[in-house]
């Protein structure tokens, strides 16, 4: 776990960062100097072998267990954790990218609360097509940011419109921002956006 930013004692929110597949908690916390929201304490956990799951995430469910099962279970040990601190949940940002992302939203999806934001960056909830979206609870009106290429290699547009959907059905406030042509990354429009998010949340 690598920690950037404030202090969690003087932090106005935390942000849990989650990183791709294939990539770092280190890659992953730069991401909070390009904010630049300085009352904001960053916390960007490992994943073992640089993945959260084995295979796509629009794999079948079962394929990717018991590593998502394990890595949701990161991520709400974290959550846990920063509650037993007395930061709540309202004031805990999510933010991921690539696998990450879907990892990110699907934990919100399951473990639904008022969070201080929830940014989901070239992802979109896991399971193959077809997937119930059976999820219960609110996320009561918790902002979220969903951004992606119309043209991502990885993340089809459909899965990121479904996941808009599906959020709003349980009372998320959602951003969604599709971008012609990006392809696999982050783009300034997306920074800008999460920056403001961050800004106003908690």
């Known amino acids: 776990m690598l920690h950037g930013g404030a202090s969690l004692d003087n932090a106005r ?20 100097a390009e904010f630049s929201v300085d009352d904001v304490a960053y916390l960007a956990p490992q994943a073992a072998n640089r993945t959260w799951y084995p ?6 469910l079962a394929q990717n267990e018991p590593f998502l099962t394990s890595a949701l279970g990161v991520v709400a040990d974290l959550v846990r954790t920063l509650g037993e601190k ?8 999510i933010l991921g990218f690539s696998q990450g992302a879907c990892l990110t939203l699907e ?9 201080a934001a929830i940014v989901g960056l070239s992802g979109g909830l896991i399971g193959p097509p077809g997937t119930p979206r059976v999820y219960s609870g609110s996320l009561e009106h918790t902002p979220v940011f ?18 808009t959907a599906v959020l709003r059905t349980m009372k998320a406030l959602v951003d969604e921002r599709i ?14 956006a999460v920056t403001a998010l961050l800004q106003r949340a908690g």
């Open 13 to 32: 929110l935390v942000a849990v960062l989650i990183h791709g597949r294939g990539a770092s908690a280190e890659d992953i916390l730069s991401l909070a």
């Open 55 to 60: 295979y796509s995430f629009l794999a079948p």
């Open 86 to 93: 007395g930061i709540g949940s309202e004031r805990v940002a």
């Open 107 to 115: 934990f919100a999806a399951r473990n639904p609360h008022r969070y």
């Open 146 to 163: 969903l951004g992606c290429s119309d043209v991502d290699a990885h993340i089809p547009v459909e899965r990121v419109r479904e996941t």
């Open 179 to 192: 971008y012609r042509g990006m392809g696999h990354t982050v783009n300034a429009d997306e920074i800008a």
